[in-house]
């Protein structure tokens, strides 16, 4: 199913069932959460997922939840295995680069509600639960999620792609060092498997 994850047909796909949201903001609201520690079954992502495009009156047909299961199962790989190349779920080359600038904007504002709202029911703080270098990053998306447009002029130049290749870039880069930190950083404080962790040493 590696054709089917694609950003122009996925999102053609959300729309037909109504979606208010952009798979890209869908990808950025489960990043968000799976930055924050979650590991979301299929039933429990379909039930975000349908919250998040405000359809969950919505009876999922196997071949959209199968959809949903794609971007699950495609965005957690991607983030567990990083020399597969994380990238944000964007909008192909050929498209305009404002309409671009303005999917990765919606796609660090996805990040951003997935991400505050995960760390909110973890019991988590914000404020005292993260790193600076963390705190820094998600500063630097929330300027980004406010991005509606890349070119000043009428037309696009060659320098307004090189800014985009280099903003897209900062925010895989963002996102995977975000990750880590909370993840693997959660990961590595965790009991071994088979210790107590009530036991006393």
Same mark, same amino acid.
Request: net charge negative; charged share 25%.
């Given at each position: 199913?590696?054709?089917? *994850?694609?950003?122009?047909?996925? +999102? ?6 109504? !979606?208010?949201?952009? %798979? ?17 079954? &299929?039933?429990?992502? +379909? ?8 359809? #969950? ?11 949903? /299961?794609? @971007?699950? #199962? ?17 909008? &192909? ?55 509606? /447009? @890349?070119?000043?002029?009428? !037309? #696009? ?7 985009? %290749?280099?903003? =897209? #870039? *900062? ?7 975000? *990750?880590?930190?909370? =993840? ?8 071994? &498997? ?8």
């Amino acid at each position: 199913m590696t054709e089917l *994850y694609e950003f122009h047909f996925l +999102n053609d796909q959300l729309f037909n069932l109504g !979606s208010v949201n952009s %798979v890209a903001e869908l990808q950025g609201m489960l990043c968000g959460r799976l930055c924050a520690g979650e590991r979301l079954e &299929a039933a429990q992502w +379909n039930t975000l997922a349908l919250e998040f495009m405000d359809l #969950e009156h919505l009876a999922l047909a196997e071949e959209h939840s199968a959809l949903l /299961a794609l @971007i699950l #199962e495609r965005t957690q790989a991607l983030l567990d295995d990083q020399q597969l190349g994380f990238t944000p779920l964007l909008p &192909a080359d050929e498209t305009s680069l404002d309409n671009r600038a303005r999917e990765l904007g919606a796609w660090c504002e996805g990040f951003l509600h997935g991400l505050g709202q995960a760390i909110g029911q973890s019991g988590l703080s914000a404020d005292t639960g993260l790193s600076d270098d963390v705190k820094d990053s998600l500063r630097d998306l929330a300027h980004i999620s406010q991005a509606e /447009a @890349i070119s000043e002029g009428e !037309s #696009e130049t060659e320098q307004d792609e090189v800014y985009w %290749v280099e903003l =897209v #870039e *900062y925010v895989k880069v963002a996102v995977l060092n975000i *990750y880590n930190d909370i =993840v693997l950083a959660k990961a590595a404080k965790a009991p071994p &498997a088979d210790e107590d962790p009530n036991t006393l040493h």
